[in-house]
């Protein structure tokens, strides 16, 4: 299986920007689609935003629509999200994830997972 790292995370004030990325070593990915969760203290791990494995298709969820944006580079086999006019309500721990074929479906189960990067936004 992959193995997944993220960064990017860190502390920013409320409607600043941060951009998180996720890097494969040991093997491509290429043809996965890649996925974002995130879980905040307390809270069950939830579905962030998607992507397929030629870019032509991607999704988020209803909470960060219009301000998250997944993306992609196959030839670097890494995965990222820019997430701007970030609010308190987005603290949590992002995670990576890698061959989530089920994505579109509902299906949250995927083959490989990052370690998990934090995000915390404050004023």
């Known amino acids: 299986q992959a193995q997944l790292v993220e960064s990017g995370g860190g502390l920013v004030q409320p409607g600043e920007s941060l951009r998180l990325s996720c890097a494969a070593s040991?093997?491509?990915?290429?043809?996965?689609?890649m996925a974002w969760f995130r879980q905040a203290p307390g809270k069950e791990r939830e579905f962030v935003a998607a992507?397929?494995?030629?870019?032509?298709?991607?999704d988020s969820s209803d909470s960060v629509k219009g301000r998250f944006t997944i993306s992609r580079d196959n030839a670097k086999n890494a995965v990222y999200l820019q997430m701007n006019s970030l609010t308190p309500e987005d603290t949590a721990v992002y995670y990576c994830?890698?061959?989530?074929?089920?994505?579109?479906?509902?299906?949250?189960?995927?083959?490989?997972w990052g370690q998990g990067t934090q995000v915390t936004v404050s004023s």
């Open positions: 040991g093997r491509t990915f290429s043809d996965k689609t």
């Open positions: 994830a890698s061959d989530c074929p089920g994505i579109w479906t509902g299906r949250r189960i995927c083959s490989s």
């Open positions: 992507i397929s494995a030629s870019s032509a298709i991607s």
